[in-house]
T-cell receptor, first 113, second 113 residues
């Protein structure tokens, strides 16, 4: 059974801290791994990772994938209150002719001023 | 920029009633899906479709029906609503046969009393 596990489940930090969110997976057919940010509405796209060891970066956020150890991390540096959200990890297992995404339960991040 | 449009945004149903959540996308995506999101459970796949005329079950299909008569539309039907179906529902689409991001509708908040 395909499985995506995120840790920690929740995190409370102070503004300016750096956080690392984890996503591990066990799937039968890996196509890509995606990170999303969700703030009380639809998830918004952050990164898509397909290759090991290549860091994706956007401002204070960065992410990397390790296909050998089957995990990805999402780093947020110099956190701000606007980073408070649930961060979702999804793996595309690409069955049959199309995408098929399995989501982790998410990490809830709270940034305190 | 319509993207993925789902309606209604909010709905209250009585136990036993039926209803249809509408979903339409204008990106010519082959893959469409419905998720439900419950506290602590992440996004769970209800049904998905890899193209017009093709649908399949996800992780939690019981109590729901779907159809895909056109590429654009993918309605979700609740046959006989139960309180356990109180949830937030997201429709999503993606390109299908290549690694791609998944695009979400704004969500439908459904309460069954």
């Amino acid at each position: 059974e395909d499985k995506v596990v995120q840790s920690p489940l929740s995190l409370v930090v102070h503004e300016g801290d750096t956080v690392t969110l984890n996503c591990s997976y066990e799937v039968t057919n890996f196509r890509s791994l995606l990170w999303y940010k969700q703030e009380k509405k639809a998830p918004t796209f952050l990164f898509m990772l397909t290759s090991s060891g290549i860091e994706k970066k956007s401002g204070r956020l960065s992410s990397i994938l390790d296909k050998k150890e089957l995990f990805s991390i999402l780093n947020i540096t110099a956190t701000q209150t606007g980073d408070s959200a649930v961060y979702l990890c999804a793996v595309d297992v690409g069955r049959f002719t199309g995408n098929q995404f399995y989501f982790g339960t998410g990490t809830s991040l709270t940034v305190i001023p | 920029n319509a993207g993925v449009t789902q309606t209604p945004k909010f709905q209250v149903l009585k136990t036993g009633q039926s209803m249809t959540l509408q979903c339409a996308q204008d990106m010519n995506h082959e893959y469409m899906s419905w998720y439900r999101q419950d506290p602590g459970m992440g996004l769970r796949l209800i049904h998905y479709s890899v193209g017009a005329g093709i649908t399949d079950q996800g992780e939690v299909p019981n109590g729901y029906n779907v159809s895909r008569s056109t590429t654009e539309d993918f309605p979700l039907r609740l046959l006989s609503a139960a309180p356990s179906q109180t949830s937030v529902y997201f429709c999503a689409s993606s390109e299908g046969d290549v690694p791609s991001t998944i695009y979400f509708g704004e969500g439908s908040w459904l309460t069954v009393v």
